[in-house]
Antibody
Framework: QLQLQESGPGLVKPSETLSLTCSVSAGSISSSRYSWGWIRQPPWKGLEWIGNIYNGGSTYYNPSLKSRVTISVDTSKNHFSLTLTSVTAADTAVYYC????????????????WGRGTLVTVSS | QSVLTQPPSVSGAPGQRVTISCTGSNFNIGAGYDVHWYQQLPGTAPKLLIYGNNNRPSGVPDRFSGSKSGTSASLAITGLQAEDETDYYCQSYDTRLSDWVFGGGTKLTVL
């Protein structure tokens, strides 16, 4: 069974850059049937989609975060990454990576497999 | 304010049937986009519960079912069990935002 595991610093200072990696094991990240995404959840709040990368290059970002977000993929290492610049306390959240079933158009995609999540706190 | 509206909480007694609504608009659910549901147990990652409006992934009990009509969708849970007490989220796609969107989440309490 394919598994996803997030990794990265648990503490980031305000105005700095948050960088996380999602390692994919027991399966290949190179598949046209899937996209790879990031979702976050602030403490005691709901889920917020951050962005997705598809087919090794096409990216889709939450418009409210688009100016600060970059998602990339490294097929040789079978992982994909998230960078979020100029962070503030509002970016404190559990960050999840997720495999996205890319069936038909984007309006039908769903997150079928999730990592365990990693808490990132923005504080000086 | 979430684009998809869910009731903050619902409750039911063991063995009963409960439903959780997810109300959207003509830019998402009403536009024909699929609705998916996730279950999030305390301290864990969300887990796919229903995909494509009414399909259950392997391993999800048939006590869970989904439906969609117009600009709304619903998750139904029959034969309520104590282990069902947790948070549930709906998700769809919004064409105005060009964005995958989640509902605000519903906490189910088993009385």
């Amino acid at each position: 069974q394919l598994q996803l595991q997030e990794s990265g610093p648990g503490l980031v200072k305000p105005s700095e850059t948050l960088s996380l990696t999602c390692s994919v094991s027991a399966g290949s990240i190179s598949s046209s049937r899937y996209s790879w995404g990031w979702i976050r959840q602030p403490p005691w709040k709901g889920l917020e989609w951050i962005g997705n990368i598809y087919n090794g290059g096409s990216t889709y970002y939450n418009p409210s975060l688009k100016s600060r977000v970059t998602i990339s993929v490294d097929t040789s290492k079978n992982h994909f990454s998230l960078t979020l610049t100029s962070v503030t306390a509002a970016d404190t959240a559990v960050y999840y990576c997720a495999r996205t079933r890319a069936v038909g158009g984007r309006g039908y995609w769903y997150f079928d497999l999730w990592g365990r999540g990693t808490l990132v706190t923005v504080s000086s | 304010q979430s684009v998809l509206t869910q009731p903050p909480s619902v409750s039911g007694a063991p063995g009963q049937r409960v439903t959780i609504s997810c109300t959207g608009s003509n830019f998402n659910i009403g536009a024909g986009y699929d609705v998916h549901w996730y279950q999030q147990l305390p301290g864990t990652a969300p887990k796919l519960l229903i995909y494509g409006n009414n399909n259950r992934p392997s391993g999800v009990p048939d006590r869970f079912s989904g439906s969609k009509s117009g600009t709304s969708a619903s998750l139904a849970i029959t034969g309520l069990q104590a282990e069902d007490e947790t948070d549930y989220y709906c998700q769809s796609y919004d064409t105005r935002l060009s964005d995958w969107v989640f509902g605000g989440g519903t906490k189910l309490t088993v009385l």
